[in-house]
């Protein structure tokens, strides 16, 4: 395993043509196979990466070429891909969010650890450099002792985007709205920096589209260690997408937007040099190497389910026009 390349099949070709390209140019990656049933994808595919194609999932989990299955299909059927795959004896690996509910998460993980299979969830940003940078930094304690956290995700979407497919902004197949698909890679970190929530007060509003979800939602999050922490996430903002985190400890500070380079202060104007961090740049490089080593992905079954518990509870709170104990 350590001298050949991680081999990957990827069913759903929406965004999975993104991730195929990642993988193609991936040193130690290769992807033999895709799964479609959209004909003219599969042609473009081929094309592109030489690989296998498939409209058929359970024919392609037959063959003997693929280590890993990668999941890009909507939400709501990620658990029904990754069973049929652990039960093939593939490892998993599915975009975000894990699933639309915590039950069928664990339903998920269930499966995978029954087969002796790994899974893992593909939050990107958890790669991203200057991410891994100030979470290294926040692990030594170099901002003290969390205060508050700002997760925002202000993004635009059309109503032709929500129409397309006809599964964005159902409960059934999105798992919500504007939270659930665009917010939960800003509410993943800000669960990996701030640790657990034990309470959360929230309110959603359909403001500006015609969908069964949320396209406005606003959370007020208590954590364990007494920090708090500020949601805001929107389809609404139509004057650019605005994306990031805010991170206030007690000795020091850092800020994103839109994946620009982080801002950080220390309240002893000390600055630590960045860089010097070897980290994998992206999911599917982290898990090869996972199998590599005999370790847990970054984001395993387990981690990636906590961003939808925490969805969950956000949604009951909205729902139930109350504060939830997590």
Known sequence: MNSKPVRFAIVGLGMGHVRAQTIHKTPGLALTAVCDLNKERLAKAAEEFKCATHENYDEMLKRDDVDV?????????HMDFAVKAAQAGKHILVTKPMEVAPDRCMTMIDAAAKAGVKLAVDYESRFFPDYVQMKSWADRGLFGEPILCEARCKWWRTQ??????GWRGTWKMDGGGALANQGVHMLDLMLWFMGKPVQVYAQTAMAAHKIETEDVGLAI???ESGARGVVVGTTTYAAGDQYGLDFNGKLGSFNTMNGSPVKYKFVDESQPTMGGASVPSN????????????RKPAVDGLEGKRAVDFLAAIYRSAREGKTVQM
């Open 69 to 77: 299955v990668m999941v890009m299909t909507p939400s709501g059927t």
């Open 160 to 165: 032709a985007y929500y129409d397309a497919g």
């Open 221 to 223: 999050v208590n954590f």
């Open 283 to 294: 999911a599917m490089e982290d898990f090869a190497a996972a199998m590599r080593e005999g």
